[in-house]
């Protein structure tokens, strides 16, 4: 098997004295569509965290390699020129940034009407406002995948990507993210949507801070369905590591 694009060995996270991710293993090949599924407070978002650079997300211990470089050992926007991209929860504001600027930011030469029209938005309408609280979040999400699809990334983040995307159904959704491997890049698929599951390569599920399982998406969706979880209070779920 080839060298992964991203290889997470025994990665540890504390934040405030809570331990958040617990020597978690993970790999995601190139152009793979990887989902990762899991309770509310698994430590799902924290490990998109931790690999985006985010202030406050420093590893305890562990190791991350991307392309083959030691990821830990840069800083966010160094992460972001090795092709490595992250959607939040909550997408930024940028006052008196036009969305035509915003999405040429660092590429001024691309044309970013094809990604605006991927994203169910309108060219015309939207080009020439402004990256502020006059967009709605709904909005903002859409602008912020658009971003994403003309950077054509090595390695997307997609966190909750259908969380707060007013009227983008889930079909819209997935063409977005196969957009993303088609283009060459690999996705890192944070959900809890069963049908966005489905279209990955593999899944794993994310327990008390550690991967439990990883395999198929019908399977991964089976396993996490039948452990029932409401919420993640650290323990495996039963589940004993090999």
């Known amino acids: ?69 030691d990821l830990l050992r840069l800083k966010m926007h160094e992460r972001a020129r090795l092709g490595l991209t992250l959607t939040w929860q909550e ?11 915003y999405l040429s930011l660092g590429k001024p030469e691309c044309d970013p009407e094809p990604a605006l029209k991927q994203v169910g938005l ?9 990256m502020d609280k006059a967009l709605s979040g709904g909005e903002r999400h859409r602008i912020e995948l658009a971003s994403v699809l003309s950077m054509k990334p090595k ?32 996705v890192l698929l944070i959900t809890h949507q069963e049908e966005v599951v489905l279209i990955a390569d593999r899944a794993s599920q994310l327990c008390g801070g550690r991967i439990i399982f990883s395999g198929s998406p019908s399977e991964a969706v089976d396993h996490f369905r039948g452990r029932s979880c409401v919420r993640c209070d650290g323990e495996v779920c039963g589940y004993v590591r090999p």
């Not at 989902?35 to 924290?46: E, I």
């Not at 997408?91 to 600027?101: H, K």
């Open 1 to 69: 098997m080839p060298m992964p694009l991203l290889d997470i060995r025994s990665l540890s996270v504390v934040v405030d004295g809570q331990v958040i991710l617990d020597r978690l293993d993970l790999a995601v090949q190139g152009r793979e569509i990887h989902a990762l599924v899991g309770a509310n407070g698994s430590g799902k978002t924290t490990l998109a965290y931790v690999l985006m650079g985010c202030e406050g997300y420093s590893p305890s211990a562990g190791h991350v390699l991307f392309n083959g470089m």
């Open 91 to 101: 997408p930024a504001r940028f006052e008196g940034v036009t969305v035509r600027e």
């Open 122 to 130: 309108d060219p015309d309408r939207y080009l020439t406002r402004r």
């Open 155 to 186: 390695l997307a983040i997609l966190d909750e990507p259908v969380a707060g995307i007013d009227m983008l159904s889930i079909h819209h959704i997935i063409e977005i993210i196969r957009a993303l491997k088609a283009s060459g890049g690999s």
